[in-house]
């Protein structure tokens, strides 16, 4: 079993910065694929960043050139830093885990989520 827990979230004025963290436990995450998802109210949840595990890192195109993902794996870690935010970018933010669980007989895609850190931009 894998818990997430995201942090970081807060307000902050158009045009600032913000760094997500989500922090793993419960085993390790070096080979998921950790990605960042945000839920506005009234809106369906949407992709916003990804690092596979052994792949690149890529981007919803309303997150290209300004929010970057990295992973620190020592940590077990995943952040999300976001810059020039604008008031669009308000949401709830997800960490996401997606690991392959299980004997290689039958393996099983397992996604896991945190309980989301609230992101809000505005003057």
């Known amino acids: 079993q894998v818990q997430l827990m995201e942090s970081g979230g807060g307000l902050v004025q158009p045009g600032g910065s913000l760094r997500l963290s989500c922090a793993a436990s419960?085993?390790?995450?070096?080979?998921?694929?950790m990605a960042w998802y945000r839920q506005a109210p009234g809106k369906e949840r949407e992709f916003v960043a990804v690092s596979p595990s052994g792949g690149n890192v890529n981007y919803a195109d309303s997150a290209k050139g300004r929010f970057t993902i990295a992973r620190d794996y020592a940590k077990n870690t995943v952040d999300l830093q976001m810059n020039n935010l604008r008031p669009e970018d308000t949401a709830v933010y997800y960490c996401?885990?997606?690991?392959?669980?299980?004997?290689?007989?039958?393996?099983?895609?397992?996604?896991?989520w945190g309980q989301g850190t609230q992101v809000t931009v505005s003057s």
């Open positions: 996401n885990a997606e690991c392959l669980i299980g004997p290689v007989e039958r393996v099983v895609r397992t996604d896991y």
């Open positions: 419960g085993r390790r995450v070096s080979s998921c694929d």
